[in-house]
């Protein structure tokens, strides 16, 4: 274990509350990545999202389209004129609040929609998810993308790059089926030799590998790797991926180093490019139970996060979580307890708590504690994670009576 590395959270764990994550009182959070991995596939039900496999028409696309706030009337597509506003709040933006691409005026809900404002978002936002604040982030980059639309029009190619955004900031909040019609969107507005279509469909490949569709994953991560560009390296993580999980493994490991080897190759400091390519090496080996080779991938993805982010983010604490695993396997039952409770607490500071991310530290917590004949703990811990992902089920049913 590399002591720079977790030095700062050891004290922490110290003083984290034997209660953190109890109480599971947060409704805010929808339950998809608890729905998507099939933890309680009777109590989570994830709806399947039509036309989101590779072979999807653009007729198709345009319907879906209408659920990211696409003026439907742009398409000229027979029947799409009925779609109910309630498909457009699910994506979150007002179902009336966006004009055609002939229109240039600002969006009076929006207020200006001159660039210094558009620029100002974007700085908003970076910095936001910079220091881990991804619903925050999430709200600057809708606001933005309402003012693209106001400026450029819903079927302009910077709308589409502005739901793109959008979509990453809803995959990083692992709120795949938000994400999902925002790419569908975007697809249909760029054109069939556009680069950006390069980080829709690696969008697109991660959305349908969380919902366990491994087929399309693979097909939207190829497509990927076919536009290249300056997404060639996620576009090669997200095939790796996607291999993996069809138990692929020479080319999936193949794959997965040869992102690493771009990242790394890449000069200056390290990037998040590299921490993600690491992960996910580090992640494929952790399926394949090859632990020892895990663990210095993942703490190495740790340290560069620490670096490049702020100190609660929530992606640190995936890479605690990570670490946790990899010492699971190693059998080194309380190291891995020391930073499942870690990862705990920071996701406490950072008001992440009552989230599915927690709740799968619970389980593992549980799964320890156990190992150790704690069953008193197991239990209590069990139960938070029960308690997070009902409330988030609740959640999500309340959304779909809003809509």
Same mark, same amino acid.
């Given at each position: 274990?590399?002591?720079?590395?977790?030095?700062?959270?050891?004290?922490?764990?110290?003083?984290?509350?034997p209660?953190?994550?109890?109480?599971?009182?947060?409704?805010?959070?929808?339950?998809?990545?608890?729905?998507?991995?099939?933890?309680?596939?009777?109590?989570?039900?994830?709806?399947?999202?039509?036309?989101?496999?590779?072979?999807?028409?653009?007729?198709?696309?345009?319907?879906?389209?209408?659920?990211a706030?696409?003026?439907?009337?742009?398409?000229?597509?027979?029947g799409?004129?009925?779609?109910?506003?309630?498909?457009?709040?699910?994506?979150?933006?007002?179902?009336?609040?966006?004009?055609?691409?002939?229109?240039?005026?600002?969006?009076?809900?929006?207020?200006?929609?001159?660039?210094?404002?558009?620029?100002?978002?974007?700085?908003?936002?970076?910095?936001?998810?910079?220091?881990g604040?991804l619903?925050?982030?999430?709200?600057?980059?809708?606001?933005?993308l309402?003012?693209?639309?106001?400026?450029?029009?819903?079927?302009?190619?910077?709308?589409?790059?502005?739901?793109?955004?959008?979509?990453?900031?809803?995959?990083?909040?692992?709120?795949?089926?938000?994400?999902?019609?925002?790419?569908?969107?975007?697809?249909?507005?760029?054109?069939?030799?556009?680069?950006?279509?390069?980080?829709?469909?690696?969008?697109?490949?991660?959305?349908?590998?969380?919902?366990?569709?491994n087929?399309?994953?693979?097909?939207?991560?190829?497509?990927?790797?076919?536009?290249?560009?300056?997404?060639? +390296?996620? $576009?090669?993580?997200? *095939?790796?991926?996607?291999?993996? #999980? =069809?138990?692929?493994?020479?080319? /999936?490991e193949? @794959? %997965?180093?040869?992102?690493?080897?771009?990242?790394?190759?890449?000069?200056?400091?390290?990037?998040?490019?590299?921490?993600?390519?690491?992960?996910?090496?580090?992640?494929?080996?952790?399926?394949?139970?090859r632990?020892?080779?895990?663990?210095?991938?993942?703490?190495?993805?740790?340290?560069?996060?620490?670096?490049?982010?702020?100190?609660?983010?929530?992606?640190?604490?995936?890479?605690?979580?990570?670490? +946790?695993l $990899?010492?699971?396997? *190693?059998?080194?039952?309380?190291? #891995? =307890?020391?930073?499942?409770?870690? /990862?705990?607490? @920071? %996701?406490?500071?950072?008001?992440?708590?009552?989230?599915?991310?927690?709740?799968?530290?619970?389980?593992?917590?549980?799964?320890?504690?156990?190992?150790?004949?704690d069953?008193?703990?197991?239990?209590?811990?069990?139960?938070?994670?029960?308690?997070?992902?009902?409330?988030?089920?609740?959640?999500?049913?309340?959304?779909?009576?809003?809509?």
């Amino acid at each position: 274990m590399r002591i720079a590395l977790f030095a700062a959270f050891l004290t922490a764990a110290a003083t984290a509350s034997p209660d953190v994550g109890r109480n599971a009182t947060d409704r805010s959070y929808s339950p998809h990545l608890a729905v998507m991995a099939g933890l309680d596939p009777v109590i989570h039900k994830a709806p399947e999202i039509v036309g989101s496999i590779p072979a999807m028409t653009r007729r198709e696309g345009s319907h879906l389209a209408v659920m990211a706030g696409l003026d439907p009337a742009i398409y000229k597509t027979p029947g799409i004129a009925g779609s109910s506003p309630a498909m457009t709040r699910r994506a979150g933006l007002h179902p009336t609040g966006f004009r055609s691409s002939s229109a240039h005026e600002p969006d009076e809900a929006a207020g200006t929609s001159s660039p210094e404002l558009m620029q100002r978002l974007e700085r908003v936002a970076a910095e936001r998810f910079r220091n881990g604040g991804l619903a925050e982030a999430e709200a600057a980059r809708r606001q933005l993308l309402r003012l693209v639309i106001a400026a450029h029009g819903c079927g302009s190619p910077a709308t589409a790059q502005a739901m793109t955004a959008l979509a990453e900031i809803e995959i990083a909040r692992q709120l795949y089926l938000d994400a999902e019609p925002l790419l569908i969107a975007a697809r249909t507005i760029l054109a069939e030799d556009d680069p950006h279509l390069a980080p829709v469909f690696v969008g697109l490949s991660r959305v349908a590998h969380a919902r366990g569709d491994n087929p399309a994953a693979e097909q939207w991560a190829r497509r990927a790797v076919a536009v290249g560009g300056a997404t060639a +390296g996620a $576009a090669l993580d997200a *095939l790796g991926t996607a291999l993996a #999980a =069809e138990e692929r493994i020479d080319e /999936a490991e193949s @794959l %997965l180093q040869q992102a690493l080897r771009r990242a790394s190759s890449e000069p200056g400091a390290p990037t998040l490019r590299k921490a993600d390519a690491l992960s996910q090496l580090g992640n494929f080996y952790l399926r394949e139970h090859r632990f020892a080779e895990a663990l210095p991938l993942i703490e190495e993805a740790a340290e560069i996060h620490q670096q490049r982010l702020g100190p609660t983010h929530p992606f640190i604490a995936d890479d605690l979580y990570d670490v +946790g695993l $990899a010492y699971e396997g *190693l059998k080194r039952g309380r190291d #891995a =307890e020391r930073v499942f409770l870690m /990862a705990l607490h @920071l %996701l406490q500071r950072s008001k992440n708590l009552h989230t599915p991310r927690a709740a799968y530290i619970q389980i593992e917590l549980a799964r320890v504690f156990r190992s150790f004949g704690d069953e008193q703990d197991a239990k209590s811990a069990e139960g938070r994670a029960h308690d997070i992902l009902q409330a988030a089920d609740e959640a999500e049913h309340e959304r779909e009576r809003r809509t």
